[in-house]
């Protein structure tokens, strides 16, 4: 098991840019596939990225080419580079990981997971 913080949340224009950043605890991280998700008000948790502790990655249809998922596995840190953000991305922001050589973009795939970080976008 490995305790995730996230960071980076915040206000911010349509049209701009934020980073996330989720640091790991334990020695494990190396071996851990993890994710992004997140959820807006009233709405069921989605999926956002996911990347393989290979380094393969997987992405949503609605960030696609606007977000960047990457590990750092000596920081034991994932991050999550969003441009272009519209209103609509507007959410909690949570990591997710799990051991496994598979970044699974299914909730129920991950056992461990952050306390979230708020990310608003305005018009």
């Known amino acids: 098991q490995v305790q995730l913080v996230e960071s980076g949340g915040g206000l911010v224009q349509a049209g701009g840019s934020l980073r996330l950043s989720c640091a790991a605890s334990?020695?494990?991280?190396?071996?851990?596939?993890m994710a992004w998700f997140r959820q807006a008000p009233e709405k069921e948790r989605e999926f956002v990225a996911a990347?393989?502790?290979?380094?393969?990655?997987t992405y949503a249809d609605s960030v696609k080419g606007r977000f960047t998922i990457s590990r750092d596995n000596a920081k034991s840190i994932m991050y999550l580079q969003m441009n272009s953000l519209n209103p609509e991305d507007t959410a909690v922001y949570y990591c997710?990981?799990?051991?496994?050589?598979?970044?699974?973009?299914?909730?129920?795939?991950?056992?461990?997971w952050g306390q979230g970080t708020q990310v608003t976008v305005s018009s």
């Open positions: 334990g020695r494990t991280f190396r071996r851990y596939s």
């Open positions: 990347i393989a502790w290979s380094g393969w990655t």
């Open positions: 997710a990981g799990d051991l496994g050589p598979y970044g699974s973009s299914e909730v129920r795939s991950y056992g461990d």
